[in-house]
């Protein structure tokens, strides 16, 4: 994947008020997958005039959701602690989730982990772009490719 840099946030919120206006993603400002996400969510009904709900799994269906992903939670438990072990200092967080968007379990700096909960990118919250919107978990799982989402996005 390769990385650019950080665009023009102000740029990014005119073309969205465009599309929101016109129906039609401008040309050139975003990258073309950002604009399918914005399309999706447009069709889908996704609010994008306030910040979305962040509702959570109550303790004993995040633990169902988890029991069933036992396998996967189990096999990334080394990659999770090996990426855990080289990015600590940097201020990242990992997260590990389900198929559907649903985030299983998270690792990373404490500091920045606090931050990203309040975000609620914590266990038990759905990032799918049907309860988020545009964002780089459900966009990725629906393009099937990585993304980098930027906030204006």
């Known amino acids: 994947m390769e990385y650019k840099p950080i665009p023009d946030a102000a740029l990014i919120r005119r073309a ?5 206006d016109t129906g039609k993603v401008p040309n050139g400002v975003i990258p073309e997958l950002i604009g399918r996400s914005w399309q999706r ?3 889908t009904g996704v609010p994008n005039d306030r910040l979305r709900e962040l509702g959570r799994l109550v303790a004993p ?22 990426l855990h072990q080289q990015l600590q200092g940097t201020g990242c967080v990992i997260l590990l989730c ?3 968007g649903l985030i299983l379990r998270s690792l990373g700096d404490p500091d920045f982990v606090s931050r990203a ?11 799918s772009e049907d309860s988020k ?8 799982i629906v393009e099937c490719a990585p993304v980098v989402v930027y906030g204006a996005q």
């Open 16 to 20: 969205h008020d465009r599309f929101l």
């Open 41 to 43: 969510c447009a069709q």
């Open 61 to 82: 269906d995040l633990k169902r959701a988890c029991d069933a992903y036992g396998e996967l939670i189990g096999a990334s438990e080394p990659v999770i602690d090996m």
């Open 98 to 100: 389900a198929p559907d």
């Open 117 to 127: 909960e309040q975000v609620a990118l914590k266990p038990g919250v759905s990032w």
């Open 133 to 140: 919107g545009t964002n780089a978990i459900g966009t990725a």
